[in-house]
Nanobody
Framework: QVQLVESGGGLVQAGGSLRLSCAAS????????MGWSRQAPGKERDFVAS????????YYADSVKGRFTISRDNAKNTVYLQMNSLEPEDTAVYYC???????????????????WGQGTQVTVSS
């Protein structure tokens, strides 16, 4: 079973950038599709981005397209989320997730069959 640990969150002004990292252990990293979700206070968890096993396919929520980039380094067992042009509406706890399912896009959409990290707080001030 894979274990996930996020890092890189913090406080940033609107328009700024942050890069989140998620380090995986305990599993064959390259066999997992990876993704990021977020949950703002008082709101449901939302899908942010996902990436296939090799990194060849990526998917984004409409709200972050053009601003966020998901990537992975299988040699380092790490997935990243580069966040640019941050907005106060991006404030949330960001969670890393993994799945070994072929239907990973469905899993990240439905939040089923995923392994989760503990989350990292991102706060964007106006």
């Amino acid at each position: 079973q894979v274990q996930l640990v996020e890092s890189g969150g913090g406080l940033v002004q609107a328009g700024g950038s942050l890069r989140l990292s998620c380090a995986a252990s305990g599993g064959a990293f390259a066999s997992y599709a990876m993704g990021w979700s977020r949950q703002a206070p008082g709101k449901e968890r939302d899908f942010v981005a996902s990436i296939s096993w090799t990194g060849g396919s990526t998917y984004y929520a409409d709200s972050v397209k053009g601003r966020f980039t998901i990537s992975r380094d299988n040699a380092k067992n790490t997935v990243y989320l580069q966040m640019n042009s941050l907005e106060p509406e991006d404030t949330a706890v960001y969670y890393c997730a993994a799945t070994d399912s072929y239907y990973y896009t469905d899993r990240f959409r439905d939040f089923k069959g995923l392994y989760w990290g503990q989350g990292t707080q991102v706060t964007v001030s106006s």
